[in-house]
């Protein structure tokens, strides 16, 4: 019994000090060295599958904001990108209801962000509740917000247009609702905690840049990254050093080759195969070509595509622009022609 007594001792003793230099490495770990922890928060705006978060994440990444980690107990829900794809978009929650039912406080605990990006409303809209109840409602998680981390840094989004088929007044709601939020947020930010509006309406179009009225397609995505992106660096500062190169810098580049699939008088169908011919991975990419004979384009897939005359431009889509070295993807069109048939010489870009 006294051996056991005495090893159980040593076990307690031991503990101690484990403890006590967790503890003194804690405090003395540099105040840099952990990331930043930013929450996306909404509904499936935000969350299902959210592709801007994707290319947000990407668009911080390229530009040397590496020390960032997206939080939330949810995982990446879709969106077939490389990226940090925690978040807290919950499909069809409203506001006012995560406000009610005390729902924020626990995600906090969980994940602990430094910083919350929050476009969010849309549903309450829909269901016709006032500006000043969502409103009500972001204040009590705005201060569940500074409960948890008294330094958090807020950023609350105009939500963008709204036309759904089933409602005709949630545009001029939406409108309402956003013509609200600025005064609220000068009333409710302060020094210590403050409240950023990033405008995610102005420009945003239902009828090209949403696939129903309500959720972003891939051109929406691409918007709302653009919006949140200077309004979150805001917040980070100057991005993190490049480090020294002390071997190999890696290159990133990207080649097109195009291929004729099928022809027939008067049309067309190509197939364009974008690899990385880099060391690196990449992002996103850009295919260019101009068309030698006339030709003009009539669809694109897995691409989205502009055209000035002769000269075509396709871009990724949000689910394939991320390319590991090595590794490639296809688009495909098609287009008409007359006379003369020249295959196009695309080349490409990364950025």
């Known amino acids: 019994m006294r051996r056991r007594n005495a090893f159980r001792a040593m076990l307690a ?18 105040a ?7 929450m996306p928060l ?17 668009k911080l990444q390229n530009s040397g904001y590496t020390g960032i980690d997206f939080v939330g107990t949810l995982p990446p829900q879709g ?3 490389v990226h940090d794809g925690d978040n807290e978009g919950h499909g069809g929650y409203l506001a006012t209801d995560v406000a009610d039912r005390n729902l924020l406080p626990g995600w906090l605990e969980a994940t602990r962000p430094d910083i919350v990006m929050m476009h969010f409303g849309t549903n309450d809209v829909w269901s016709d509740i006032a500006p000043v109840t969502i409103l009500d409602a972001f204040t009590k998680l705005v201060g ?3 409960a948890a981390n008294p330094d958090m840094k807020i950023l609350v989004a105009k939500i963008i247009p709204m036309n759904p088929s089933t409602c005709a007044e949630c ?11 600025p005064a609220w947020a000068a009333a409710t930010s302060t020094a210590r905690s403050p409240i950023v509006v990033v405008d995610q309406w102005t420009g945003f179009d239902t009828a090209t840049d949403t696939y129903d009225g309500v959720h972003p397609n891939a051109a929406g995505d691409r918007k709302m990254s653009d919006r949140w992106y200077p309004a979150l660096t805001g917040l980070l500062g100057d991005p993190d050093p490049i480090p020294t190169a002390t071997s190999t810098i890696p290159v990133s580049a990207c080649s097109a080759t195009f291929r004729n699939t099928n022809q027939w008088a008067g049309g067309f169908q190509g197939e364009v195969t974008v690899r990385n011919t880099g060391t690196t991975a990449i992002r996103s990419w850009t295919v260019r070509w101009t068309f030698a004979d006339g030709q003009r384009i009539t669809q694109v897939w897995n691409g989205e595509p502009s055209a000035s005359g002769s000269a075509v431009t396709v871009r990724n889509l949000s689910w394939n622009g991320s ?6 993807t296809t688009f495909g069109f098609l287009a008409s022609w007359n006379g003369v048939n020249t295959a196009p010489v695309p080349t490409c870009s990364t950025a």
Request: proline share 3%.
């Open 42 to 58: 909404g509904d499936s705006i935000t969350g299902s599958p959210g592709c801007w978060r994707a290319l947000l994440w990407g």
């Open 79 to 81: 969106c077939s990108v």
């Open 171 to 181: 545009g001029q709601r939406a409108v309402n609702f956003n013509n609200a939020i």
């Open 13 to 30: 003793a031991l503990a101690g000090v484990a403890m006590f230099m967790a503890m003194t490495f804690a405090v003395s770990a540099p």
């Open 144 to 146: 569940q917000m500074r």
């Open 323 to 328: 390319l590991a070295a090595g590794a490639s």
């Open 32 to 38: 840099g060295a952990a990331a930043t922890r930013i």
